[in-house]
């Protein structure tokens, strides 16, 4: 019946709702996200931080990485973070495709949990694994990735099924009935849950209180680990034979760790502790008493283990292994000749260490710190090592800091005694016995047959050093900048260390220095002058043997004291200061007027000093630049000065009062000259700097600043500066480049030519810029020859038109025309870039003259690889002048003319390119040929513009075309009229 229709339904409806009623109740108790906030603490954590930790998740599907420090966290961990895909599900719905398309838990890279208090707990039982697997201990998860996800996984197939395993402790306590037993989270130890990121590289748990880790999670599960940052917290044990292999950087610093194996100091010395990939060891301020003996570490580049209770680097086998029954086959190292070939920094101050091993085989050793130990001897160190501190130990001697000077105590390493240098360079380890020999061992620390080191800064403060330092020791370091032997007990220093030539600062404060208290001077700040220390120390005694030293400056005598005046002492040190390091003689800023004079200086230039052990030289020979700079008043510099500096390279004689310079000038190597802000004229610098083309001078400099000066005019000397690379010429009175051939009056002065021609073939950069020329000569089309030329100035000058020539020159990055009074081109095209300005003059030449110029660039390519022959030279008896041979900067042999060299009239003639030899029929007929063919090309593209099956880019692209020939057609009948008329 119809009633009993309707209750059927009815009853079918209610179990239906039931049924689904179930399942969402069921959906909600499998979700680790639907109980996010019970696990977080809804009434304790702020909304903040929930919302917080719901970020960092969702960010940790997309990047792999969860960051979750300083979330308030405790003990247990929330389950969805073991879960990320379930939390991505609830979010998508029943969108499983998406959520596949996420980083899961297996595939998380890195997790950072610092600063969160794991030592807290809520102190109800919780299954902890409750999340990781269901029923038979196991979560099956389906992981999908292409090349379209762009994911870093490395699996070989594109598709697998991982299965994550229950971490071994769960499953021990799997029942008969397959049901797991509830484990109650411990306060103080790292979830164990962390073994579901089999593929994490870095795991950060600093400061969170931890008092024990997972070892076997991170032994068994963790093998992908890179990077372990477990400092400030509580351990009090760590178990280095679990970390995995892959490890590169542990930080287990500042913690209470007394043992780094899980058996303690009952280590059993058979065993190796393999880190293979480990690199950066951090275990500072910790209780260690001791390392393991047998860590191998092949590539450790960083140790740090200061702060500790350590009182031996390399500890010895225990009894008990060594009389063991079954003695292992493995050879034993300690973890210091485990990294003998790539250890940088040991750093370990502030223990208990009475001893340290010989490290002089370690020979990328950079920094070595063990300050505040209890050290009565210094290690053997290699000559590589950079800076040593050993402050405030028992130390009495640095003898042996190089054991190699045991051996050749003068530090001469001769090739003859090889086979003796081999027996004391023998060293024994462990593993085997390897004799070296010195040269092997040190080939970078041997200077012509003489040891040096690289040592810069040793540190010897607070310890029980006596009467002197070892002298062979010191006389080695001849990159010494800083020694502190303060507060020992020192009644002088070694002679040595007056002639180390880096050294900056000695710190002597604290030493009772009986024998050399006269010699010490102090500064204003209280602390020693460094420099007449070293120089009372240079007239007590020679030099050291071999190179590198500052030069003797007494008699050796006790009581030698300078018998010069004062102003000579001064001159004395000036120059001394200036032959080591730069070997620049620096006199700028002085007090010299008019001609120059200070003869102290030149009679210091003039002594002789010890250049080699065994050979001495004048002090100016020395030099190799000299800086005048900023005197402002001096007139005139002697020859005099030039005939002691006789190998300087750099001159610089900027803002002074110059009228001239040195007439023997030209005699030395210069390679940078500097005369700017001077009152050089044009002939002065013919006569000075251009006056012999074949001098040292002419085929040597590189720079040149004449700018600021009083020059008028260009001298022809200039262009025999085969190598020059820079000159500036800017800001003077330059009125036009035209050249101007001098005749010969009899009787007179032969006057130079003047303005600019072909040549400079190295040049570089020119700067003409702020003079007044009017005129540029042959200048645009010279350049030609310049092929390295970059930058040219000729802003700021008087040009009424800018020759189009110009645009020719494509080797040029940088242009400035700017400044100038012509309106030939519009300001706008000028501020433009170097390229487009050179198309703007380019386009503006039509074909003849290109034509013109191309020829003229050849005649003058021509011009400089060879002379013109002597029918068309312009010497006398039809002979050319003569000539230096130069290379160019690509290696191309070149000769420039000095005297007669070829002028623009003999480059016409040799290219028959000058306008007047061209007829004015012929060049109207050209003019009349190149206007029929642009009509003809018109023509043409006005009828393709007519074909309807043109594309609009083409079509576009052909009008472009067909204005800019059309502006051309007129352009070109204009210039066709005004020649006919």
């Known amino acids: 019946t119809t009633s009993q229709r309707s209750n059927v339904s009815s009853a079918r409806s209610n179990a239906t709702n039931n049924t689904n009623n179930t399942k969402n109740s069921n959906n909600t108790k499998s979700n680790p996200w639907s109980s996010l906030e019970d696990d977080l603490g809804t009434n304790s954590t702020p909304a903040q931080i929930q919302a917080r930790f719901r970020t960092e998740l969702s960010k940790a599907r997309s990047t792999g990485r969860l960051a979750l420090k300083d979330m308030g966290l405790t003990s247990p961990l929330p389950n969805a973070m073991f879960d990320l895909r379930s939390g991505l599900t609830a979010a998508n719905g029943n969108d499983t495709e998406k959520s596949w398309e996420s980083y899961g838990e297996e595939m998380l890279i890195s997790l950072d949990l610092s600063e969160n208090d794991l030592s807290a707990s809520t102190g109800e039982p919780v299954d902890i694994y409750a999340s990781v697997g269901k029923g038979n201990g196991t979560t099956t998860t389906t992981t999908t990735t292409t090349a379209s996800q762009g994911k870093n996984i490395n699996n070989k197939n594109s598709a697998r099924i991982h299965k994550t395993k229950r971490a071994p402790q769960q499953q021990q306590l799997q029942t008969k009935n397959n049901k797991p037993t509830p484990v109650t989270a411990i306060p103080g130890l790292l979830d164990e849950r962390i ?365 030698s004291r300078p018998s010069t005046t004062q102003k000579l002492k001064d001159a004395r040190s000036l120059v001394r200061k200036s032959i080591c390091g730069e070997r620049k003689l620096d006199m700028t800023n002085s007090a010299y007027t008019g001609d120059l004079s200070a003869a102290e200086i030149l009679t210091a230039l003039g002594e002789e000093v010890r250049d080699t052990a065994s050979s001495t030289t004048k002090a100016g020979t020395m030099i190799l630049t000299w800086d005048l700079a900023n005197n402002a008043t001096i007139s005139t510099i ?112 032969t006057a130079p030519n003047r303005g600019w021609k072909h040549g400079l073939v190295a040049l570089v950069q020119l700067d003409l810029s702020n003079n007044q020329i009017a005129d540029l000569g042959f200048m645009p089309l010279a350049l030609s020859g310049c092929k390295g030329l970059r930058i040219l100035q000729l802003n700021n000058n008087n040009l009424d038109d800018i020759p189009l020539e110009l645009g020719c020159l494509k080797q040029l990055t940088t242009i400035n025309l700017a400044g100038n009074p012509q309106k030939g081109v519009r300001t706008s095209v000028l501020s433009e870039s170097c390229e487009v300005i050179l198309e703007y003059l380019f386009n503006k030449m039509d074909s003849l003259d290109v034509s013109r110029v191309e020829e003229q660039h050849r005649a003058i390519e021509a011009a400089l690889v060879s002379p013109p022959d002597s029918e068309g030279g312009e010497g006398e008896g039809g002979e050319s002048g003569p000539h230096v041979d130069t290379t160019t900067s690509e290696g191309q042999n070149t000769t420039v003319e000095n005297d007669e060299s070829p002028t623009l009239e003999w480059l016409e003639e040799q290219t028959g390119s000058d306008a007047a030899s061209v007829s004015d029929e012929e060049r109207l007929m050209q003019k009349e040929n190149s206007i029929r063919g642009l009509k003809l090309k018109i023509e043409d593209m006005s009828e393709r513009l007519e074909q309807l099956s043109l594309s609009q880019s083409k079509r576009n692209d052909l009008k472009t075309s067909l204005a800019m020939n059309r502006s051309q057609l007129i352009r070109e009948e204009k210039e066709l009229m005004a020649a006919s008329s």
């Open 195 to 559: 073994g579901c990121y089999v593929s994490l590289r870095t795991l950060r748990v600093k400061r969170c209180k931890l008092t024990k880790l997972p070892w076997n999670i991170l032994q068994d599960e963790l093998t992908s680990l890179v990077i372990l940052d477990a400092s400030d917290n509580a351990l009090d044990a760590f178990q280095l034979e679990r970390m995995p292999p892959s490890l590169s950087t542990l930080d287990i610093s500042r913690n209470k760790i007394s043992s780094l194996t899980l058996a303690g100091e009952d280590q059993d010395d058979d065993q190796i502790i393999d880190l293979p990939n480990l690199t950066h060891f951090d275990a500072n301020s910790n209780q260690l008493k001791s390392l393991p003996y047998n860590i191998n570490a092949p590539i450790l580049q960083h140790l740090f283990i200061s702060q500790n209770k350590l009182e031996a680097l390399s500890p010895h086998p225990s009894t008990s292994s060594s009389s063991s029954s079954t003695p292992s086959t493995t050879p034993k190292k300690t973890l210091l000749q485990s990294c003998q070939k790539t250890l940088q920094t040991l750093y370990a101050p502030e223990n208990s260490l009475q001893s340290c091993p010989n490290l002089d085989q370690h020979v990328k050793l950079q920094v070595v710190e063990l300050r505040m130990n209890q050290l009565k001897k210094t290690p053997s160190i290699h000559a590589n090592l950079i800076r040593l501190d050993l402050n405030n130990n028992q130390i009495t001697s640095i003898e042996g800091l190089y054991p190699i000077l045991d051996k050749y105590p003068t530090a001469k390493i001769t090739e003859d005694a090889t086979a003796a240098a081999a027996a004391a360079a023998t060293t024994t380890t462990d593993e085997t016995k390897t004799t070296t020999t010195v040269t092997a061992l040190h080939k970078d620390n041997i200077d012509d047959g003489w040891y040096r080191t690289n040592i810069k800064e040793l540190h010897l403060q607070g310890n029980n050093l006596e009467s002197t330092l070892h002298d062979a020791t010191i006389s080695v370091m001849t990159k010494l900048t800083f020694l502190d032997v303060s507060h020992n007990d020192l009644d002088k220093v070694p002679i040595a260390l007056g002639y180390l030539p880096n050294v900056r600062r000695i710190a002597l404060d604290g030493n009772p220095l009986r024998s050399i208290r006269h010699s010490v001077k102090y500064g204003e700040d209280g602390s020693v002058d460094t420099d007449k220390l070293k120089q009372s120390m240079r007239l007590k005694g020679l030099p050291p043997p071999g190179p590198g030293y500052l030069p003797y400056e007494g008699d050796g005598g006790a009581d």
């Open 638 to 749: 002697g020859r005099e000065w030039l005939d002691a500096l006789t190998n300087i390279s750099v001159l610089d004689v900027t803002q002074n009062k110059l009228s001239s310079l040195p007439e023997n000038l030209h005699e030395r190597s210069i390679r940078t000259l500097l005369c700017g802000r001077n009152q050089l004229s044009s002939m002065s610098v013919q006569r000075t700097i251009c006056v012999d083309p074949v001098s040292d001078m002419a085929q040597k400099l590189e720079h040149l600043d004449l700018s600021a000066n009083q020059l008028e005019w260009v001298p022809d000397g200039l262009f025999a500066l085969s190598s020059l690379r820079t000159l500036n010429l800017s800001h003077n009175k330059i009125k036009d480049l035209t050249w101007e051939k001098q005749d010969d009056e009899e009787g007179e002065e």
